[in-house]
Nanobody
């Protein structure tokens, strides 16, 4: 049973936009802060953005002002609107909780930014 399923990643040009989606099981999503993470080749996975159940958001300094995280509690969906994409945004993007516990990781979705 898939608990986290990310989608929306693709090859885009520098300066382009993408919207990532994450379908989560209710056991993971409901009542929890959720986050988008990314892992570039050779680097550790890092938290890119998070959103609490009240809508309070956090953004990594490298994406602040360019990315917007949102959630739809009725659908157990998490989104990441990405704009002004840079080459360094290239990575596999994952969703998961932004709590002190982490669910099993999904497959992620590849975002490749090319110039």
């Amino acid at each position: 049973q898939v608990q986290l399923a990310e989608s929306g990643g693709e090859l885009v040009w520098t300066g382009g936009s993408l919207r990532l989606s994450c379908a989560a099981s209710s056991s993971i999503f409901s009542g929890n802060a959720m986050g988008w993470y990314r892992q570039a080749p050779g680097l550790q996975r890092e938290l890119v953005a998070s959103i609490t159940t009240r809508g309070t958001t956090y953004y990594h300094s490298s994406v602040r002002g360019r990315f917007t995280i949102s959630r739809d509690d009725a659908k157990n969906m998490l989104y990441l609107q990405m704009s002004s994409l840079k080459f360094e945004d290239t990575a596999v993007y994952y969703c998961n909780t932004a709590e002190d516990w982490i669910a099993d990781w999904g497959r992620g979705t590849q975002v490749t930014v090319s110039s």
